[in-house]
Structures are given as structure tokens and as C-alpha cells.
């Protein structure tokens, strides 16, 4: 018990680190970040095909501006570059996921939406209409 107390405690601080508003910011930052791959990862399971869903440019946004306000905070040249431009690809991943979902084509035989790409509804068969 006092091992164990020990490693969360450490020094009067919890874990060793030393907390503030701004760290915990930043793990939150970390979080939301690091949590896109099991998001990714467990729609391409569920798919069995490699998908990047919208969540994960969602999180990545989110977990990159969040880290990117940290760096800044703790003006770390190294660390505000990492994140300084990263935005601009998840922006547009996103706009794109837009577009497409605006795109989509709805089946006159079943009422199914399909991707703009599809000449056939793969739900029931029938020729879509372009
Ligand atoms: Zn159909």
C-alpha cells in the first residue's frame, strides 16, 4: 500500500507532475489526440477495410489546436511547429467529408443514400439516376 502510494504520490504531487490549469490543458490536448487512432483503428476493424472516419479529423483538430495553445503557452519553438500547420489538412479532410455526404445519391428503389461515385445501388440493385 505504500508502494503504490508512493508511485501516485510523488513529491506532494500527483503522478510526479507538477499541475496547473495549463497542464492539464495540455494533457487534454494529448487525449483527445491520441484517442482519433483507436477511433480509426476500431472503424477499420468494424469495416474490415482501412476508413478514416469524420471523428477522427474531428479529434485531430481538436487534440492539434488544443496542443498547439499549450506550445504557444509554453513557447516551445519545437513544439508550436509540430502543431502550427496541421489544422489545415484536418480542415479540409472535413470539408471534403462535406462535400461528399451533400453528393450522395438517394436510390429511387429502396430510398438508400450512395456515394456520388456509384452507378448502382449496392442495397438493392437498381441504376441510379444522375
Ligand atoms: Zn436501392
Known amino acids: 500500500m505504500e508502494f ?5 504520490w ?3 504531487k500527483l503522478l510526479g507532475i507538477d499541475w496547473s490549469v495549463w497542464k492539464i490543458i495540455g494533457w487534454l490536448g494529448n487525449a483527445v489526440f491520441f484517442s482519433r487512432f483507436f477511433v480509426q483503428w476500431y472503424a477499420t476493424e468494424k469495416k474490415k477495410q482501412v476508413v478514416v472516419p469524420q471523428a477522427f479529423w474531428w479529434l485531430s483538430l481538436i487534440g492539434s489546436v488544443t496542443l498547439l495553445s499549450y506550445s504557444l503557452h509554453q513557447q516551445d519553438s519545437v513544439f508550436i511547429f509540430a502543431y502550427a500547420f496541421t489544422w489545415i489538412p484536418y480542415i479540409r479532410n472535413l470539408m471534403i467529408h462535406r462535400q461528399n455526404k451533400a453528393a450522395r445519391i438517394v436510390c429511387a428503389g429502396c430510398g438508400q443514400k450512395n456515394p456520388p461515385q ?3 445501388c449496392p442495397h438493392c440493385g437498381e441504376k441510379l439516376a444522375k
Open 10 to 12: 510523488h513529491d506532494g
Open 118 to 120: 456509384a452507378n448502382y
Open 4 to 8: 503504490i502510494n508512493h508511485l501516485v
